[in-house]
Nanobody
């Protein structure tokens, strides 16, 4: 079955940068037309951070404001998220997942991003 393994999170000071990676296994990622990064902070609902279609079309959450860049590498079954100028409100667990996936496709463990001021 398909699995998502997120990595690259950590503790960073406000204004700092991190690069998140997600390895998809058990499935050809190219068959997921749109892949995305989501995040969930304690006590909040999971929200979309950025998505990327196989065509190259990209969308970002309004809060990104030019700070993040999503990319995908289908031959390597990986997607990445370059995050710059991180702020306290970016603190959350970040997940990768295909957009519109059926509920039986499990989510990964996520990677924790903590921004300290």
């Amino acid at each position: 079955h398909v699995r998502f393994e997120e990595s690259g999170g950590g503790l960073v000071q406000s204004g700092g940068s991190l690069r998140l990676s997600c390895l998809v296994s058990g499935w050809d990622m190219a068959l997921f037309y749109t892949m995305a990064w989501y995040r969930q902070a304690p006590g909040t609902q999971r929200e979309l951070v950025a998505s990327i279609h196989n065509s190259g079309n990209i969308d970002y959450g309004d809060f990104v404001k030019g700070r993040f860049a999503i990319s995908r590498d289908n031959p390597r079954n990986m997607i990445s998220l370059e995050m710059n100028n991180l702020q306290d409100e970016d603190t959350a667990v970040y997940y990768c997942h295909p957009v519109g996936a059926p509920p039986d496709i499990s989510w990964g463990q996520g990677t924790q991003v903590t921004v300290s001021s």
